[in-house]
């Protein structure tokens, strides 16, 4: 479900109208109504929109965090700090013209930083662990550590089977599913039907984002862990890989 439908279906599992909605929030109607259809666009932007979904999850029972991330997700990922600060541009006007004159101490001591910083940077890249790399090894040996060159040119191990993560979910009823892997990249996001049994597999961590925890039954690594959420909940969980058996 998309952030828009997962209101929607919150303030009418709440019993609750639009119009009681606005007078908890202090949001318009009209500006209600167009976020439960996603039509961002009465917002007024997108910092404005975010807090909009966040007021109107709060005040329905959700998570603000889940619902805000979902949105964010929906619309091109978290926005730059610096969309929020330009709100307050008159206010960071005034810090700035109350500093006057520079700290010059300040800013010798973080350049002092940054060089020492670079220096040691330096240092380490001069290792015969990082030149003693690819066709450079043979060219350029290491005269502190020779043999380091020899581990380079192995292929690299193979991941071991145990970091392995197996997630099947089955829907019982209609039910909406966001799942990434260890490094956020999306590996299924949309509405499974009921009846519907998928089965997905990924290294180290599978993070899942379930629309209606209580229409699906969940199986990690062979396990079944049943429904992980109530009817219409809004749920998160990260699953990670099963742990070894000693023997």
Known sequence: MSTGVTLAAARNAAGMTVAQLSGRTRIRETVIYAI????????????????????IAKTLGLDPGVIVHQYDEEHG????????????????TIKLRERRSPNWSTAMAIALAIVA??????????????????????????????VTA???THPKAAKPASDLVTLQVKANRPSWV???????????????????TSTWKGHKEMRV????AGGVDL?????????????????????KPEAPRSR
């Open 36 to 55: 439960e259809r996603d039509d961002f666009s009465h917002c007024g932007g997108d910092f404005y929109a975010r807090g909009h979904v966040r007021n």
């Open 77 to 92: 990922g978290v926005p730059l700090p610096v969309r929020a600060a330009a709100v307050f541009q008159a206010e960071s």
């Open 117 to 146: 910083v670079f220096g040691v940077t330096r240092v380490m890249s001069g290792s015969g662990e990082t030149i003693a790399t690819g066709n450079d090894a043979k060219a350029v040996p290491s005269p502190k550590s020779p």
């Open 150 to 152: 020899k581990p380079s």
């Open 178 to 196: 966001d799942i990434t892997d260890a490094k956020g990249k999306r590996v299924f996001r949309g509405t499974m039907p009921a009846g519907r």
């Open 209 to 212: 984002t379930f629309g209606n």
């Open 219 to 239: 199986w990690v690594n062979g396990r079944h862990l049943g429904p992980p959420g109530k009817s219409g909940q809004l749920v998160r969980r990260s699953f």
